[in-house]
C-alpha cells in the first residue's frame, strides 16, 4: 500500500525565487491538504484540496497557491520566496467520504531553505 | 494566545517509565483529538484518535480527553528507547473535515536505555 509521497525531500531557493512542490495521496485518499512546519513548532495548516477545488486555507497569503489534479495528487507553489518560508513542507491526505475522523496521513515533507 | 498549547519539554525518562504527555486548548469546537508522533526529519505518524471526552487504549499508549476541562493527555507505559521521538497533539472541530487541524507544537522525549 502506497503512502504520501513527496518531492523534492531538500530544496534551496533564494529570495524572490518560485518553488512546486508535489505531493502523491496515499492509495485510496482523495483530499490533500498542506502544512508548513517552521523549526520546533508545530505544523501549520496552508490549504486543502478535494475535487481538485482549494476547499479550505489558513492564514496564508495569496502567494501561497496549489492545484489537485484528476489524479487526486497536487502541487503547492510558493511564489517571491521570503527566508520566513524556510521550512518542512507537508502533505497530508485523507477520505472525505469516511468521515470527520481527524485522521490525517502525511508523507517525509519537502525541507525548503530560502537563503 | 495560542488556541492549543502544549508543555515544550524536552522531556527526559529512563526506560521503563511511564510518560505523561498534556495538551490544553481554548476552542470549545474541537471535538477530535489526535496524537502524532514524529521523528527527527520525518513526517508526523499518527498514534491514536480520540473522539469527545473519554479514554482510549492501544497497546503502550493510552489518550484520555477531558472536554470540560479542555486538557488532553498521551500516556507512555514502559517506555523503550524507540519511543524517543516529538509527539504533537492536534484537534479538529466537528463541522470541518479531517484536513484542518490545529497542532501543538510539540514534546520532545528521550528515552535513556
Known amino acids: 500500500d502506497a503512502g504520501v509521497t513527496q518531492s523534492p525531500t531538500h530544496l534551496i531557493k533564494t529570495r524572490g525565487q518560485q518553488v512546486t512542490l508535489r505531493c502523491s495521496p496515499k492509495s485510496g485518499h482523495d483530499t490533500v491538504s498542506w502544512y508548513q512546519q517552521a523549526l520546533g513548532q508545530g505544523p501549520q495548516f496552508i490549504f486543502q484540496y478535494y475535487e481538485e477545488e482549494e476547499r479550505q486555507r489558513g492564514n496564508f497569503p495569496d502567494r501561497f497557491s496549489g492545484h489537485q489534479f484528476p489524479n487526486y495528487s497536487s502541487e503547492l507553489n510558493v511564489n517571491a520566496l521570503l527566508l520566513g518560508d524556510s521550512a518542512l513542507y507537508l502533505c497530508?491526505?485523507?477520505?472525505?467520504?469516511?468521515?470527520?475522523?481527524?485522521?490525517?496521513?502525511f508523507g517525509e515533507g519537502s525541507r525548503l531553505t530560502v537563503l | 494566545q495560542k488556541e492549543v498549547e502544549q508543555d515544550p519539554g524536552p522531556l527526559s525518562v529512563p526506560e521503563g517509565a511511564i510518560v505523561s504527555l498534556n495538551c490544553t486548548y481554548s476552542n470549545s469546537a474541537f471535538q477530535y483529538f489526535m496524537w502524532y508522533r514524529q521523528y527527527s526529519r520525518k513526517g508526523p505518524e499518527l498514534l491514536m484518535y480520540t473522539y469527545s471526552s473519554g479514554n482510549k487504549e492501544d497497546g503502550r499508549f493510552t489518550a484520555q480527553v477531558d472536554k470540560s476541562s479542555k486538557y488532553i493527555s498521551l500516556f507512555i507505559r514502559d517506555s523503550q528507547p524507540s519511543d524517543s521521538a516529538t509527539y504533537l497533539c492536534a484537534m479538529t472541530p466537528l463541522d470541518t473535515n479531517a484536513g484542518k487541524s490545529t497542532f501543538g507544537d510539540g514534546t520532545t522525549l528521550t528515552v535513556k536505555p
Open positions: 497530508a491526505s485523507s477520505l472525505k467520504g469516511a468521515g470527520n475522523t481527524g485522521e490525517l496521513f
